[in-house]
């Protein structure tokens, strides 16, 4: 019996995490922020001392990685790390180490593994065209670049950090270009995947928009 994805891709702060997660919860499905398995990566690397540049110890760390994910903790060679992954020194660490051919082979079939029954939704960069290509439903998950560093701003500010709009806006974008123009899988919007544009959207009319075309897939 195949196993249904939702494949959901976007730049970053696009609100792809949160729509993959609402729609996983309406659907009774398994979740993949595969963008939290690049941030372990960069994380686990900076413990050890090793470089973002330095590709087949990253790629090393990436095969090794001690992962536990208990509900919505994440726990990291057995210290939650849950926070500590979303900074934004780490999401570009993440950035830069998912730039690298091996690490990427590294982290795939861990990847491909969270696809279960009844269903999964997976968000991330190339969850489409990569991970999981045989998806059933493939969302490209975009807003215009201001609103997305604002939503991360908001994101910043309400966990009571403090946050620049301008150099949340050049990291934004530094990050979506490193993203873009990488060599393995660039984001981009797979040729089958239905354009999903949120900038005058809220999340709950996203959520039903992808519900919406599951309906009409299944
Ligand atoms: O989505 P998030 O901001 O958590 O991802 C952090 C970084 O991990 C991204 O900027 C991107 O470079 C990388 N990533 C990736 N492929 C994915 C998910 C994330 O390259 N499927």
Known sequence: LSIPVIAIDGPSASGKGTVAQLVAEQLGF??????????????????????WADESAVASVAQYLDVVFEGARIILAGSDVTEAIRSEEIGSGASKIAA??????????????????????????????????????????????????????????????TADLAVITADLEARDARDRERIVAPLAQAQDALLLDTTELDIQSAVRQVLTWWRQKI
Not at 137 to 152: C, G, I, N, P
């Open 30 to 51: 398994h979740y993949l922020d595969s963008g939290a398995i690049y941030r372990l990566t960069a994380l686990a690397a900076k413990n050890k001392g090793v470089s």
């Open 100 to 161: 690298l051919p091996q690490v990427r082979l590294a982290l795939l079939a861990r990847q491909q593994a969270f696809s279960m029954q009844p269903g999964l939704v997976a968000d991330g960069r190339d969850m489409a065209s990569v991970v999981f290509p045989s998806a059933v439903l493939k969302v490209f998950l975009t807003a215009s670049a201001s609103a997305r560093a604002e939503r991360r701003y908001k994101q910043l500010i309400g966990r009571g950090e």
